[in-house]
């Protein structure tokens, strides 16, 4: 570890350098001299890079994107907290990477340390945990230019190499006030005001290690990540997910963490739904929340619902968050007798809260749910299971329409025709298509990019994306698609329309189910028929 004491200037002390030197002091003295209680956090800034809008000219973009490449490697922020540390066992390796002979601040179970993370313009950030002693010397590191001195370290340096850093600012935030820096303003200083100053806070603050009646927080160096689905949940517990402990079981952790995604992207889409917004401004005017009666009716369906995973972890949150306004209705449906007669019965045993959710023996065709509903899931429903669903939704007036497509198989087989054949073996995705596995992507492709130009002429905005990581499906694309409040112009459709003749005409797609329910012509001499 670098001591302070390295850091003599070449040249006499410049208003610069002393005011580096006292602000690295002060956060010394907090933490080794005061107490390390008292400290929040701090920050460096280095400089930064304008965000490019829609509104900028091209040459302005041009010069965004060259000040990118000049700051390449170069710090842009670097940020410490204190963190708490459990106590190595005797007989076992502390697993964390801490510097050189750091013994920490020592408490009875846990030894505390400073975190820093250095974020680098475009390059990996670095983290790395010190003592808190060993904190002045490695933030005068990150001074080097100012400070005229030639010690290098690993830790201030990205993959791209040794560059200069410049740090425009810094501040640190105590719970009596902030320590400021500000290495704006060319020059010495002199006539600008203190570089180093002090703001003391109107009322004094909580630290990160205490809570409001000064009792130890559960900080930790690793934290608990926030999720919309809690492992605890009695549902996860009885559909085999979790543990009594709220833990997951071997091999459902990947499970747990695509509910939580589910739950997080719907509740997203929910949050903008005008339906839900309107129904909470008329039942505050209209009833009291314990008025069950005049409730609004939410109906939620999930196509080809399996176990009800999702199903489950969706009306949970619904009617936690809405269920005071809304009346959740979730309706689950699927081939299998047996399954449903058994996810139904954990949905009973789960009580009040569970009472609106209900699964179904059915197919998407035979469905028997009566009226509008608002929001329509169909996640893995293979080939034009997915169409059958999205029109199903469509048909309803749904408000909200989620599907993960898979196995698109409708549209292949009009591609080795048009490509191979029609056109001689001189079309430009020839030779992408000589391989099976392009052939099933640019299928995927094209087959998901009509469905978003159908929904579009439906009115409704729509998003593709990926629903969750490639590891745990490879059928991770997700359509979401919400009803449009004001629908599209008759002009903005017929511009929708000659794309999708065009994409059609492109891959020679003579037909696509949902373009048929929907009445869509793709302008396609249909020769096979």
Known sequence: IIRTSAFSAKNTPSIR?????????????????????????????????????????????????????????????VHGRLIRMKKKKKGKKNKSTLSSGAVGTETEDHTLFVQTIVKFHSATDIAQNYNLGDVQGQLLLFFADDLNTDV???????????????????????????????LKEKGNGKGKGKLCSFVKAKKTQISSLEAKKGKPSTLSHDQRKATLVSPSAPFLQKLGITDAKGKPKIARSSKLRQCNKFVEIVANLVKKSKIVVDSQQDTETTRTPTDSINKRLYKVVDMGCGRGYLTFALHSHLVQHYGEELDIQSRGVDVRPKLMKEVNSIARELGQ??????????????????????????????????????????????????????????????LDVHIGKKMNNQHPYIDLLRHNIYKERISETITDSIRALLLEIADYDVSVFEFIGGEHTSKNVMITAVK??????????????????????????????????????????????
């Open 353 to 414: 809260d569970f009472e609106g959710l209900n699964f179904l023996t059915g197919t998407i065709e035979n469905t028997a749910i009566q009226d509008n509903i608002d929001i329509l899931i169909a996640l893995h429903a293979c080939d034009t299971a997915t169409d059958d669903s999205i029109f199903y939704g469509i048909k309803k007036n749904a408000n909200i329409i989620v599907v993960a497509p898979c196995c698109h198989k409708e549209v292949r087989s009009y």
């Open 152 to 182: 290098e370290n690993d830790r201030t340096i990205s993959e791209w190499g040794k560059v200069s850093n410049t740090i425009q600012s810094a501040e640190c935030k105590t719970v009596h006030g902030t320590w400021n820096l500000d």
């Open 484 to 529: 449009r409040t004001r629908a599209r112009t008759k002009q903005q459709k017929e511009g929708l329309r000659k794309r999708l003749t065009s994409l059609a005409d492109l891959h020679g797609i003579q037909r696509q189910k949902l373009a048929v329910y929907l009445g869509e012509a793709l302008d396609v001499p249909d020769e096979t028929q």
């Open 17 to 77: 350098t002393e005011a580096i030197q006292e602000f690295t002091s002060e956060i010394h003295k907090i933490l080794t001299v005061n107490d390390p209680h008292e400290f929040i956090s701090f920050t460096l800034k280095g400089p930064r890079v304008p965000r490019k809008t829609k509104q900028m000219s091209e040459a302005k973009k041009a010069q965004v994107e060259k000040k990118k490449q000049i700051l390449r490697g170069k710090i842009k922020e």
